[in-house]
């Protein structure tokens, strides 16, 4: 199992959540946001909070399946050195896809799936309020994202059922007060601020992906 940097996971997760996940989830939460309008500022917040609590669960459900399917891997030197540099190539794959924003970004966030889950939405919206906002966090944590599968990349390596979901709780974590807090800090930061995060976290992403690599090189000989 690799030694997980929680720090650098930590600095992704905020930096990517005040730049990436707020326009990337921010549709869906503000249609979820904006049903609770004729509610009180308490029930809005426990609305919203419950909504991000279920995004959260489905990102550490994920994390942990992700990181039991990265321990069959290590049972050899040879295959965890293997492991470290396809992981460490997959996260550079991410981290340019994620910079330049083309092609390379839209096979990785599949359209299709991201339709697929809507329509789930669009049927869950008959749902009591509680309850929708419960289903509508859940399938908002199925989202493709290339962010997310950063994260979920970093679960594989993790080789751990439980430190895979730790990654996955910590990210979802961190995203929490960008996603609570959505129409607030989307009008307060400046485009250039915004910009200037998230390409801080994309040269991290890449730069982690390019030391995975190389420890699965080095471990290889």
Known sequence: MIEINFLSIIGVALLSGFSHCIGMCGGFASLCYASTADTSRTKSFFLAFIYNLSRIFSYVILGAIFGAF????VLSGANRSLLYFCIGILLVFIGVALFFR???LKFLENQRLSKHISNLMSKANSLPRSKKFIVFGLLNGLLPCGVVYYFLAQSIASASSLVGASIMLVFGLCTLPAMMGLNLF?????VKFKQIMFHLCVIVIIANGLYLAYLGYMANG
Request: negative net charge; aromatic residues 16%.
């Open 70 to 73: 990265g321990g069959i891997f």
């Open 102 to 104: 083309g092609e390379m």
């Open 186 to 190: 989307y009008n307060v930061l400046g």
